[in-house]
């Protein structure tokens, strides 16, 4: 167990359910269930009454399906944790959660590199190198002050000391309106799709249902 006596933030991962039993992820396709988001979400609420977590919120949903959880909610999410990065940039989602006071969390935002699920897109990406030689910086760099003049939080992760101590050397500097210019002409996809959370017998049949279109 955990061994505390609260969460900062707790979040429900994904917007879908899995047959109870073995914890196994990515979910087996033939155990995804459909959430009974009414009943989940007043569990969470209720973690949050009883001081087990300070924060409740959620990872992975669209502007839909955060329409529908505040629709019923007594305690809004507090949080959205979703991939955004410069190749990525989800400006409907982040303006519809800022017009919700919900705090937008990007995971992934150097896109994951080096993890099964990830990819070599946002470092290698030749606009994003431009614009950190230009700094004299590094394209993780340039993403992370990026995410910061968003106003983004960010979870970023490494176990090496000296990218750990670069992605600190973020604060002193800042993006340019031509650098903008640049960051906002790069073409736009979801980098991590989730394909896995599709299934012909789940809740989701494509991506286009799990992403609600925004993708």
Request: glycine residues 4%.
């Amino acid at each position: 167990m955990l061994q505390l006596e609260y969460l900062d933030l707790y979040l429900i991962h994904w917007p879908l359910s899995a047959k109870p039993g073995k914890i196994e992820f990515p979910v087996p396709k033939d155990e995804l269930l459909a959430m009974d988001f009414n009943s989940v979400w007043a569990a969470m609420e209720d973690c949050q009454r009883f001081g087990l977590t300070k924060s409740i919120g959620v990872c992975n949903f669209s502007c839909k399906k955060l329409e529908n959880i505040l629709s019923f909610a007594t305690i809004p999410p507090s949080v959205n944790q979703v991939e955004i990065s410069p190749l990525w940039q989800q400006q409907k989602l982040r303006e519809f959660c800022k017009s919700k006071n919900i705090v937008v969390t990007a995971y992934s935002p150097l896109g994951a590199k080096g993890t099964r699920r990830g990819t070599h897109e946002v470092l290698d990406n030749e606009t994003l190198k431009e614009i950190a030689n230009a700094h004299n910086k590094t394209v993780a760099q340039v993403c992370l002050r990026w995410a910061l003049e968003q106003g983004l939080s960010f979870v970023v992760k490494s176990f090496n000391k000296e990218r750990m101590r670069e992605n600190l050397h973020i604060f002193d500097w800042g993006l340019s309106l031509d650098d903008y210019k640049k960051i906002n002409e790069i073409k736009q996809r979801r980098l991590l799709p989730k394909l896995e959370m599709v299934s012909p017998n789940g809740p989701f049949k494509s991506l286009e249902e799990l992403w609600d279109g925004e993708i």
